[in-house]
């Protein structure tokens, strides 16, 4: 089959150390056909603190337009980015998204809400003293992703299982409390004509995937990318055997690669 990854990082996020050369060699060495990189846009830090709401492309268009010719026949090289809280600012991100060069967008949400501080999800779920703050985190969670999906800045919801990877897992907490609030953001997702990804997270995160995936398509979804989230070259198209068994097992066909902001399906073999 058509393998891509459609979600990792460069040394142009500030928490990857990896040139974007030693990405696309270690997803060839995966056997991938295709990757899209898509470094990180913020638009709050972890403290919660504005970040500028431009972003500078030339880093991310120096390292690309140096080796999107490099593998002819062998993998093709795709440019995108990964907008976080886009919802701040809806209009700052569409003006940053309209280079020519641009393929792909994937919308995230890192942060807590202004609302609540806007403090790194990362950083306040480690902190959790109990079940109840990790509730509270997905509460406020369910309420970004709905404001989200009113938002134009984006091609696929990245990660809808965010803060499930930092709540501490002895309180056992998933997605089902917000079922049938998660369902209606699927809803929106589709007739909105775009879609989802299957999120690896360098290998951590794939059985987790399951119940989202099921509801993603019982409901007609069909748009979806597999990523890993590799930010450097050793988890590249981490566990994306196991993620392909899934996808296959959930119902679905397709692949979505992007051209032009626009999905093309690849068969899953």
Not at 15 to 36: F, N, T
Not at 142 to 168: A, F, K, N
Not at 194 to 203: C, D, M, P, V
Request: net charge negative; charged share 20%.
């Amino acid at each position: 089959m058509y393998l891509s990854d459609y979600h990792f990082h460069t040394l142009c996020s500030s928490d990857s150390p990896a040139p974007l050369l030693q990405q696309a060699e270690a997803a060839i060495a995966a056997g991938v056909r295709e990757i899209c990189v898509t470094d990180h846009w913020n638009l709050l830090d972890q403290q919660g603190n504005r970040l500028p709401t431009v972003y500078d492309w030339e880093p991310s268009l120096a390292q690309w337009r140096e080796l999107r010719n490099r593998w002819p026949g062998q993998l093709e090289l795709r440019l995108g980015v990964e907008v976080g809280n886009g919802v701040l600012d809806p209009a700052a991100v569409d003006a940053s998204l309209t280079i020519p060069e641009l393929d792909f967008v994937i919308g995230s949400l890192h942060s807590q809400s202004a609302a609540a501080g806007g403090r790194g999800i990362y950083t306040v779920a480690r902190e959790c003293a109990e079940k109840k703050d990790g509730t509270a985190i997905l509460d406020d969670y369910m309420d970004m992703l709905e404001e989200l999906v009113q938002t134009s800045g984006w091609d696929v919801l990245g990660h809808v299982i965010y803060p499930l990877r930092y709540i501490p897992p002895e309180y056992e907490l998933d997605l089902h409390p917000w079922w049938d609030r998660l369902a209606q953001v699927f809803r929106a997702v589709i007739a909105q004509g775009r879609g989802i990804e299957l999120n690896t997270s360098a290998g951590a995160t794939v059985e987790q995937w399951r119940d989202v995936l099921e509801l993603y398509r019982d409901l007609g979804g069909e748009v979806l990318t597999l990523g890993s989230d590799a930010h450097r070259p050793q988890h590249m198209a981490a566990a994306f055997p196991q993620a392909l068994e899934l996808i296959r097992e959930t119902g679905f066909r397709w692949l979505c690669v992007y051209r032009q902001r626009t999905p093309l399906f690849c068969k899953v073999g």
